[in-house]
């Protein structure tokens, strides 16, 4: 089983496998590695993966099924595919030309992609993400505009009704949404309402809207609110993704973007 590396079918198949034996009081590293003739490496990286997902609680030598959906911080986020993230947000900034007004949703791609549009002239930023708002706070050729609202401090993003509002009075240029989680049919998943709510406002505020997600999001799925994706929209990730994780959005007509992160095993 060692042959069936960890990202395609057959690791999606054996993490599940994993999974059902960590519910069942199974989850020791080197227990699990015997059970499913794997080496303990696989299972550690398989179990970093559930981790991810907000599946499981490692625990000393093991792991125990999670509660509950667990959400990280900005700053847990940080850490997790960090040149992925930052390969995604340097494509996604070639995109966007001077003069132009684009939206920022909050989070840590987003923030990596505020960070290289500081050398920009006449550029207008929205967002209501504060990583993009310190990236630029020093950028003078960047206008930013804060939406403002109710500050959600786990994921540093204002949400709410005044976010809402003063969103409905812009109209961009591009958007681009960070993610939690992604699905080719349902759309983007979110932790809460509120902001399943103003990305989906976000979503309609630009000429054209971008997803912008490392590839571990589109395996993801564990929050209970949905911001449909119910318009023309480029995904855009990174070189690591597997095509059995991409096809389902191209069948669908979604443009797909590549990222070259460059070493594939560079990953946490």
Same mark, same amino acid.
């Given at each position: 089983m060692e042959r069936a590396r960890g990202s395609g079918r057959a690791g999606r198949e054996r993490r599940e496998l994993i999974l059902a034996e960590v519910r069942a009081g199974n989850g020791h590293v080197e227990s699990l590695a015997e059970r499913l003739d794997v080496s303990v490496a696989t299972i550690r990286r398989d179990l970093r993966r559930l981790v991810e997902e907000g599946r499981i609680t490692r625990t000393y030598g093991g792991a125990v099924a999670s509660p509950r959906p667990l959400e990280f911080t900005l700053q847990e986020k940080e850490l997790s595919y960090r040149r992925q993230k930052d390969a995604i947000a340097r494509l996604a900034a070639g995109l966007v030309e001077d003069g132009e007004v684009i939206i920022l949703d909050a989070g840590t791609t987003t923030g990596r992609l505020a960070w290289y549009l500081r050398e920009r002239r006449n550029l207008t930023v929205v967002t209501n993400?504060?990583?993009?708002?310190?990236?630029?706070?020093? =950028?003078?050729?960047?206008?930013?505009?804060?939406? +403002? +609202? @109710? &500050? !959600? #401090? &786990? %994921?540093?993003?204002?949400?709410?009704?005044?976010?809402?509002?003063?969103? !409905?009075?812009?109209?961009?240029? !591009?958007? *681009?949404?960070? =993610?939690? +989680?992604?699905?080719?049919?349902?759309? &983007? %998943?979110?932790?809460?309402? =509120?902001?399943?709510?103003?990305? +989906? &406002?976000?979503?309609? !505020?630009?000429? @054209?809207? *971008?997803?912008?997600?490392? #590839?571990?999001?589109l395996a993801s799925w564990r929050f209970p609110y949905v911001t449909p994706l119910d318009r023309p929209w480029t995904l855009i990730t990174d070189d690591q993704v597997t095509e059995d994780l991409v096809r389902p959005y191209r069948r669908g007509g979604v443009e797909v973007m590549l990222a070259e992160v460059g070493d594939r095993e560079a990953g946490r």
């Open positions: 993400g504060l990583s993009a708002l310190l990236a630029l706070r020093d =950028a003078d050729g960047v206008e930013v505009v804060v939406l +403002g +609202g @109710q &500050l !959600r #401090h &786990l %994921n540093q993003a204002l949400i709410g009704g005044l976010a809402e509002a003063n969103l !409905r009075q812009v109209t961009a240029d !591009r958007v *681009f949404l960070g =993610a939690d +989680g992604l699905s080719p049919d349902r759309g &983007l %998943n979110c932790p809460t309402l =509120a902001q399943a709510t103003l990305k +989906g &406002l976000m979503l309609h !505020r630009a000429r @054209q809207a *971008f997803v912008i997600a490392d #590839h571990s999001k």
